[in-house]
C-alpha cells in the first residue's frame, strides 16, 4: 500500500457516511496557502441522456441558501419534472463547510477564487456545450460576473451579454454596502443583467413601506447610479422577495433584479412563484428571450388625409349613446367622462 492509500482509503469511508452521497457530492477546493483554486471539472450529463439544444430563451433562478446545504438541496429538488431546464442558477450564501462546495449532476460551478465565496453560479452542461461561458472575478468574495457569448442565442448583433450576481451586505458605515455602486452598475454597451441580494430598500422597488432616514441615504446612490447608467429596475414594486424567519421585520424586497438599455428588449418575465426552500428569501424565476420582430400594427396615415372633403361629414356625425352602465356601478366606480376637446388641434 502505497502513503497515499490510507488518506484516500479515509476519504471514502467519509464519503460514504456523508448525508451528502445521495444527492450533492462535496466539491473540495484545492487550497494553495489561502488562494484557493477552482478544481470543478465539467460533469457529464447522466448516462443515456444527451444534451438538449440550447433554447432561444435563458431561464435564471435566483436565490439567497443561507449557507444551508438544506436550502441548497430544496432548491434543487424543484427543478425535478421541468419541461425546461433552468440554464443558470445564481446564488448567494452558498453553503461551503470547510473548503467545500456543493456539487450537482449535470451543472457546472463558478465562484470567486477565495476560501469561502458568498456567490457561486451553476450553469447547465447542456446550455455550455452550445453557448460558452467566462467567468470574471473582482477580488472579492461578493461578486461574480459571466460574460456568455450569445451569438446567435436571441438573434442579436452582440458579441456577448453579462449578468453579474452581487450579495451586497452592510459594512460599519451605513452608507456604504459591500459592494460599490460602480461594480455594480457599469457603463457597458453589450446587454447586462444584475440580480443579487442587493440588500437595500427603496421607494422604487417598495412603495408603501415606511422607510428611514438611514435606509434613504444607502439605498439612494445605488438608485441614482443606476438611473444615470440607464438601468432599469426589473422587480415588480411592492413584490416580496423576503420573509424573515424571526424577529418582528416585516417582509422587505430586497433580492433586486436590474437590467441597461440593450437587456431590457430581451427580458420576458421575473416571477416569484416557485415553493419556498426553507430560506427566508424566495426563489426568483427570470427569462429572457428573444423580442418579437411581428409587424406593428398599421398607422393612420393624417398627413394624407383629406380634411376638407370629410369636414362636413365629421360636423354632421352624431355620436349614439351605447353606455349601458347603471346608475350604482356609476356611483360605486365614480366614473368621471373626459370632456371634448374643442381645440384647433382636434379633428
Known amino acids: 500500500m502505497t502513503p497515499t492509500q490510507p488518506l484516500l482509503a479515509q476519504l471514502v469511508a467519509s464519503l460514504a457516511l456523508s448525508p451528502w452521497r445521495s444527492r450533492v457530492l462535496p466539491l473540495l477546493l484545492s487550497v494553495i496557502g489561502f488562494v484557493p483554486v477552482m478544481n470543478n471539472q ?8 444527451k444534451p438538449a439544444s440550447a433554447p432561444m430563451f435563458l431561464s435564471i433562478i435566483q436565490h439567497n441558501c443561507l449557507g444551508s ?26 453553503p461551503v463547510n470547510k473548503a467545500h462546495l456543493p456539487s450537482f449532476n449535470g451543472l457546472k460551478s463558478f465562484f470567486p477564487l477565495v476560501r469561502k465565496p458568498r456567490v457561486t453560479a451553476y450553469v447547465h452542461m447542456s446550455f455550455l456545450s452550445s453557448y460558452p461561458v467566462l467567468p470574471r472575478f473582482k477580488g472579492v468574495d461578493d461578486v461574480l460576473a459571466l460574460d456568455i457569448s450569445n451569438h446567435p442565442l436571441f438573434g442579436t448583433s452582440f458579441d456577448f451579454f453579462r449578468v453579474i450576481n452581487p450579495y451586497s451586505t452592510k459594512t460599519v458605515d451605513h452608507r456604504v454596502h459591500s459592494v460599490p455602486t460602480e461594480t455594480l452598475f ?9 440580480v443579487g441580494h442587493v440588500n437595500i430598500h427603496n421607494p422604487l422597488s417598495h412603495p408603501l413601506r415606511h422607510f428611514s432616514p438611514r435606509e434613504f441615504s444607502s439605498s439612494t446612490p445605488y438608485f441614482q447610479k443606476a438611473a444615470v447608467s440607464g438601468f432599469a429596475l426589473l422587480n415588480p414594486p411592492g413584490e416580496y422577495t423576503r ?6 421585520a416585516g417582509p422587505s424586497v430586497i433580492d ?9 428588449p430581451l ?12 430560506s427566508d428569501h424566495i426563489p426568483i424565476t427570470i ?44 356611483n360605486r366606480q365614480r366614473y368621471s367622462f373626459p370632456r371634448v376637446n374643442n381645440s384647433s388641434h382636434f379633428q
Open 287 to 330: 427569462t429572457l428571450a428573444m423580442p418579437s420582430w411581428s409587424e406593428k400594427p398599421p398607422r393612420p396615415r393624417w398627413a394624407d388625409t383629406e380634411w376638407v372633403v370629410l369636414h362636413p361629414i365629421i360636423k354632421g356625425f352624431k355620436v349614439p349613446v351605447t353606455i349601458l352602465l347603471s346608475g350604482s356601478l356609476c
Open 186 to 194: 457599469p457603463d457597458l454597451e453589450v446587454p447586462l443583467f444584475v
Open 243 to 248: 420573509f424573515p424567519l424571526v424577529g418582528k
Open 42 to 49: 465539467p460533469i457529464p450529463p447522466p448516462t443515456g441522456q
Open 69 to 94: 446545504w438544506n436550502v441548497f438541496l430544496s432548491l434543487l429538488d424543484l427543478f425535478k419534472g421541468a419541461t425546461t431546464y433552468r440554464s443558470i442558477v445564481l446564488l448567494q450564501d452558498p
Open 267 to 278: 427580458m420576458k418575465s421575473w416571477e416569484a412563484s416557485l415553493r419556498s426552500t426553507g
Open 256 to 264: 433586486l433584479a436590474f437590467g441597461n438599455p440593450p437587456l431590457l
